[in-house]
């Protein structure tokens, strides 16, 4: 079974995540944004173009140790806010 694009794109995009979780070790965290500067970059990856050019974002796709604390704040970004959740369905 042939896969669809969506699975293709889904397949390239972990590569290429894994890729740099891997690539760019930075034991020392020279460089590296603090928690408010990685959840802002995490708010706005969202929007086409928003981190062209951003010194922040070109650190964290070259700092492994940025990149992993970058997908998890963007991860929780996305996840529904299971309290409102809760409220809603009462």
Partial sequence: MRESP???WNRVQKKIQNAILTSY???NREGCPDEAGL?????RA???GALEGDQGWEHV???S???K????ARDRLRKP?????KAAKK
Avoid: V
């Fill in 6 to 8: 969506e699975q293709k």
């Fill in 25 to 27: 070790p930075n034991p």
């Fill in 39 to 43: 959840l802002d970059l995490a708010r």
């Fill in 46 to 48: 969202a929007e086409i």
């Fill in 61 to 63: 796709t070259h700092c």
């Fill in 65 to 67: 140790p940025c990149y």
């Fill in 69 to 72: 604390e970058f997908l998890e």
């Fill in 81 to 85: 806010n299971d309290d409102a959740s």
